[in-house]
């Protein structure tokens, strides 16, 4: 078995070729480019949440290292994307906010803080549709998604918007993100379990096939303790946060497959084991216990998900048995069962993200 310091390098090789990436499944289906004009087409090919997540995981890397190959992949890629011309904005269109707000905030360069500057205005200034009680609708490349909230939003949009908020020392921009992490943890966090549900609509006030998707609640495990660094939090948020992070990681527990993953459908056996999810709650658990918010037990929940997704890497870094893009199972359970296993940037971010955190832990 390779070290972990070997793994990331490998995940690193791997995570290029995957990000650039041409015969995305949904783009030559063209199941997101209807509607949209051929010159736009490439601009959201290479700018939604996929490459969003992947390439916070990069930043994340470089600001733990200090390597400036990864800093100049990251100024490569935006300055590639930016030159070329930025798509429409939506929920899953924000996501290379986040890391590019970190990158501008580094770099100090104008055009980067302008992109995030005018991105994070569109949803503060009413550009983002809200459902009913001001929630962020999880508008989407393909969808409006009307009075809808999922989880993944949190992941998405809402710390692009907090963090450009810290770094433009705009307060509103925070405390929107928090009204929007309670907010959605009221709607989407089932009191008896503990685990979230994908999403809620106000339209009929239902979760509607009320799956307990593995990656959507993997946002939340990574999107709170990212959250809580922010400097500032009120102490009544911060206990709030930190309550029903431990109440959904203690339901995810005894649900890990004795090899270490965790299924699509977290309460159903039957449904196939998944990479990504895994990868975002070995990461929440670590970070958990890190802040002094778990005992030291809960580093095997770690170590057994570490094993499994180390064997799940291939000889080119590339990580397997990621779940493909996932939207809303509206009717049924089933609809998340038959999403296709395929290489993703996330799948990739998500294992650095998990690596680095187990990193100088024993496990």
């Known amino acids: 078995m390779h070290t972990i310091d070997e793994t990331l390098n490998a995940l690193v090789k791997g995570f290029m070729p995957v990000l650039y990436a041409p015969d995305d499944p949904d783009f030559t289906s063209n199941k997101l480019a209807n509607g949209i004009e051929d010159t ?4 959201y090919q290479f700018w ?14 470089y600001e733990k290292t200090g390597d400036v190959h990864y800093l100049g992949m990251l100024e490569q890629y935006y300055d590639e994307r930016i030159k070329e011309g930025l798509p429409g904005k939506n929920v899953n269109t924000m996501a290379p906010i986040l890391a590019l707000s970190y990158l501008a905030e580094h770099t100090g360069n104008a055009r980067y803080v302008e992109v995030c500057t005018e991105w994070a205005g569109w949803v503060m200034e009413g550009g983002l549709a809200r459902t009913k009680e001001g929630g962020f609708q999880h508008r989407t ?24 908020g810290r770094m433009l020392g705009k307060e509103s ?9 309670l907010l959605h943890a009221e709607y989407l966090c089932d009191v008896k379990s503990g685990l979230w549900y994908h999403g809620w609509t106000f339209e009929g006030n239902h979760h509607f096939s009320e799956a307990f998707w593995g990656r959507g609640n993997c946002w939340v495990t990574i999107a709170i303790p990212l959250f809580l660094e922010t400097k500032g939090l009120p102490e009544s948020v911060r206990r709030y946060l930190e309550t029903i992070l431990v109440r959904q990681i203690n339901a995810l527990v005894p649900l890990q497959d004795a090899g270490g993953m965790w299924h699509t459908l977290l309460d159903d056996p039957s449904s ?7 990868c975002g709650f070995g990461y929440g658990v670590l970070r958990a216990v890190k802040m002094g918010l778990l005992d030291q037990s809960y580093l095997e929940v770690s170590k057994k998900a570490l094993q499994a997704i180390l064997e799940n890497i291939d000889e080119n870094g590339v990580v397997q048995k990621v779940s493909y893009g996932t939207p809303m199972g509206k009717d049924t359970k089933d609809f998340y069962k038959q999403i296709p296993l395929r290489p993703m940037p996330y ?8 690596l680095m955190e187990c990193q100088g832990m024993r496990l």
């Open 40 to 43: 736009m087409r490439s601009r």
């Open 48 to 61: 939604e949440w996929p490459h969003g997540v992947g390439l916070f995981g990069l930043w994340k890397l």
């Open 141 to 164: 490349t393909d969808d409006e998604n009307p009075g809808q909230l999922w989880d993944d939003t949190l992941m998405m949009t809402v710390l692009a918007v907090a963090n450009v």
């Open 173 to 181: 921009y925070v405390q929107e993100a928090i009204y929007q992490f």
């Open 272 to 278: 196939y084991l998944e990479s990504s999810a895994t």
């Open 347 to 354: 799948g990739q971010a998500l294992a650095m993200l998990f």
